[in-house]
């Protein structure tokens, strides 16, 4: 008896008297928002541009280069006013605050009067015309602008850049106006990414 009495008190005394309290649950975090993203405040050496190293943020712009590269090849119209801003910048052969309407954009890469000689091959990889190896992405923040920042672009958008492949350059700069020794875009990357200069 004495013995069943000690267990009862040792039982109570662990909290098996009551039912446990519930775990703690962790709120359901799915529909939050993307989480924002600062651009990087930091500096390379001297007069050499600054690979960006925001997670997602340096593949998401080069893979905007990409299908514009693809979009122009193949002719796809549509694809290419989803790729680009509303009114885009003017990059090269340098950033001017000139900005061209979307439709005038898209009739400038795919006109169609063009000869052969200045139209991308079907089938062409973006590969075979630009050193995506050598690429550089950073925030416009850190661009030396010598007319300050266009109209409608921010600090924190980036400027892509990419060499030309030997042997590319004539063709690239009569199909994308300016692309001489390297490829150039503005994008803004995000939940819709698009480009908002070239």
Known sequence: MARAALLLAF???????????PEPTLPDTGGDPITHLP????????GRPLGLALSGGHEQALGLL??????????????????LAER????????TALLVPRENRVRMLLDQRRPSGR???P?????????????????????????????????SDLLVSVPVQPGQGALLRRV???????????????????ILGL
């Open 11 to 21: 039982c109570v005394a662990c909290g098996g008297g009551g039912a446990l309290p």
């Open 119 to 121: 139209r991308l091959a």
């Open 123 to 155: 089938g062409a990889l973006p590969e075979e015309h630009l050193r995506f190896e050598d690429a550089t992405v950073q925030p416009l923040s850190t661009v030396e602008l010598l007319n300050g920042l266009p109209r409608g672009l921010r600090p």
């Open 176 to 194: 994308f106006q300016g692309w001489d020794h390297r490829g150039q875009i503005i994008v803004r990357t995000g939940a819709e990414p698009v």
């Open 88 to 95: 885009t910048a003017q990059v090269q052969p340098r950033m």
């Open 39 to 46: 651009a990087s405040a930091a500096s390379g050496p001297a």
């Open 66 to 83: 990409r299908r514009l590269f693809e979009a122009v090849r193949d002719g796809d119209r549509m694809h290419l006013r989803r790729l």
